[in-house]
């Protein structure tokens, strides 16, 4: 009989660290228990299939560091929050520490992170009065994506966020990934960084709050493939909510365009983080848009957003004389962008704002615009010039706003146009908002 038992034992499974006994799912309440559990995942022969964070993980910078990093997962993952709470969690306020806290690269999955919080503490007040001296140094803490990494030293008294902050998420050489009903709080840069060569990217449900540059940010340079931005919240972040750029998708993303769609930002863009010559804020502050298209981008349905309250009167970008924009598109290498049935309403700059640069070559063409509820903002600026072939007067935008007139009368550049000479636009039927098309 004894002999029998010993047979036996030698066959149970006994779970690992942070291992459930069937071998695919490793549950973590700790930032060395998560730790364990992305390394483990990471492996070429890891037979895990998800994560579960099971509490609130504490973050610092000692023992509990959190710098996570998953790497080349060719497989269905999961990283799962269980529980309130569960998620990355700092206490205390300060400008920032130089590592994202969760980084994915070099995977194809599909992995899915989902019901987290990434909640990265209390961001520091703005100096509002060493910006108000006008100091142009003040750009070097500004510019948070910094070759050099070396934060200007601040005065005596004053603590400046270091221009070399991580991002809360950084999604790099991967593709096929979905984040779904995550926090982004008080991020210290960006929310979601996304860069070199990512594709079908997904971000839905999710909530982004009070990030100190950009609530998500992707890469401009042609290699983004396929982003969907679809019922998420921005508010109160400090530079632009969106700062976005994407070519058209390719598979195994079946959709036809990059999505904006039924997303509200409220708020966004209210602080200027950028002094450059030619802005026309106080100490050439800069204003922008809560939604930004940066060049390099072609292939986006803008629709069903609610873009409300940017620039109100209390906010810093007011006070330093500047505005906000509602959707503000960039200039070069822009085409093939629909903005359709968003409301832009009760923001201090444009609804839409096309920007432009006679200088730059090539620019944005095939801009489509109708069927907006565009009300209560400063103004409504398609810019000029640019090549359009497909532009639909404003006149099929329910607005208040009306179009900036140029000379007494509107640019509407087109191939026939080039040079946007003043043109006179036909009447036509305003858009039906509940049943009409164009």
Known sequence: MKRVILLLTAFIHVPGFGQTEDSQICAAATAAQFHHCVQAASAADSRYSQIQVTAPITCD????????TLANVYRHFRITGIGEGAGFHRSGEHGGYQHNTLTITGSTGPIVLQDLVFDEGKNL???YDYVAAHDPAVSVWTNQISTACQAKPAPPGKSYLNPCAGNSLRITSSSN????????LEAKNFGIQIDTSSANINITRSTFIDAWFNALWSQNNGSIRGLHIVNNT?????????????????????AQFNT????????NHNTGLFFLPGCHGIGNVCGGGQLLILSKSS?????????????????????????????????????????????????????????YNTKISPLAYNIRVYGNRLTGNDAMNFGSP??????????QNMSNN??????????????????GACAVLPKVKPYDWDNGTP
Request: proline share 7%; with cysteine.
């Open 61 to 68: 910078d000692s023992a509990n560091l959190c710098q996570f």
């Open 125 to 127: 007040p703005l100096p």
């Open 177 to 184: 990934i979905t984040v779904e009903n995550v926090q982004f």
């Open 234 to 254: 921005f508010k109160d972040n400090r530079s632009n909510a969106l700062e976005i750029s994407a070519v058209a998708p390719q598979a195994p993303d079946t």
């Open 260 to 267: 904006v769609i039924g997303n509200v930002f409220e708020n």
């Open 299 to 355: 292939d986006f349905q803008i629709e069903g957003n609610e873009i409300r309250d940017g620039g109100g009167p209390d906010t810093f970008i007011s006070k330093q004389h500047n505005d906000v924009r509602g959707v503000e598109i960039d200039n070069t290498g822009i085409s093939n962008i629909t903005i359709t049935k968003n409301s832009i309403h009760h923001n201090s700059g444009p609804a839409i704002d096309i920007a």
């Open 386 to 395: 640019f090549n359009n072939e497909w532009f639909l007067n404003s006149q």
């Open 402 to 419: 009306g179009v900036v007139p140029k000379n007494g009368c509107t640019y509407v550049p087109s191939p026939l146009n080039a040079k």
